[in-house]
T-cell receptor, first 111, second 112 residues
Framework: QKEVEQNSGPLSVPEGAIASLNCTYS??????FFWYRQYSGKSPELIMF????GDKEDGRFTAQLNKASQYVSLLIRDSQPSDSATYLC???????????FGKGITLSVRP | DTAVSQTPKYLVTQMGNDKSIKCEQN?????MYWYKQDSKKFLKIMFS???????INETVPNRFSPKSPDKAHLNLHINSLELGDSAVYFC???????????FGPGTRLTVT
């Protein structure tokens, strides 16, 4: 099993809908989880991180963490065309602040 | 502006050549990284330096040699470039002991 898996996608939702992006990880000891957004031709940008089980909300974005099931999700409410991008899940693996990234999920929000 | 910057933004070169990419950050971070993003958009770490010391050295051909003259700068030199080296190379920085990383704009390397 890969350390970080993002298997669904690409994802297309209509404007105003909720987009749900999922990520699973293999290391039960992982304590923190990161979501990056990458617009086409641009660099990854950190948008959310979560350390505790449960939900963390920031504006239209909610990160959900379930350590027992080893998955972390990103929900985007009231999706906008400007949310169209690739979303990368990242999990610390090993020492020295090393992050392992999933392959990303490409989200397209249809006007 | 406070940021992570990279030069050059684009690099087109022929197989066999040697090239360098430079990165600078003025965020006051003490850890810097090099990532490679291939055509399938998979982002993979290559190297990391903390205060000029190499702390992450993934399985990367030894044609790739990073150098950090100080904690604000990280360079990547690539010898004998191959077609498979074509990718976008991102520099990132962060604070040691944390995992939040901030990326530069990337250098698109094309080897012909």
């Amino acid at each position: 099993q890969k350390e970080v898996e993002q298997n669904s996608g690409p994802l297309s939702v209509p404007e105003g809908a909720i987009a749900s992006l999922n990520c699973t990880y293999s290391d039960r000891g992982s304590q923190s989880f990161f979501w990056y957004r990458q617009y086409s031709g641009k660099s990854p940008e950190l948008i959310m991180f979560i350390y505790s089980n449960g939900d963390k909300e920031d504006g239209r974005f909610t990160a959900q963490l379930n350590k027992a099931s080893q998955y972390v999700s990103l929900l985007i409410r009231d999706s906008q065309p400007s949310d169209s991008a690739t979303y990368l899940c990242a999990v610390p693996t090993g020492a020295n602040s090393k992050l392992t990234f999933g392959k990303g999920i490409t989200l397209s929000v249809r006007p | 502006d406070t940021a992570v910057s990279q030069t050059p933004k684009y690099l087109v070169t022929q197989m066999g050549n040697d090239k360098s990419i430079k990165c600078e950050q003025n965020l006051g971070h003490d850890t810097m990284y090099w990532y490679k993003q291939d055509s399938k958009k998979f982002l993979k770490i290559m190297f990391s330096y903390n205060n000029k010391e190499l702390i992450i050295n993934e399985t990367v051909p030894n044609r790739f040699s990073p150098k950090s003259p100080d904690k604000a700068h990280l360079n990547l030199h690539i010898n004998s470039l191959e077609l498979g080296d074509s990718a976008v190379y991102f520099c990132a920085s962060g604070r040691s002991g944390t995992y939040e990383q901030y990326f530069g704009p990337g250098t698109r390397l094309t080897v012909t």
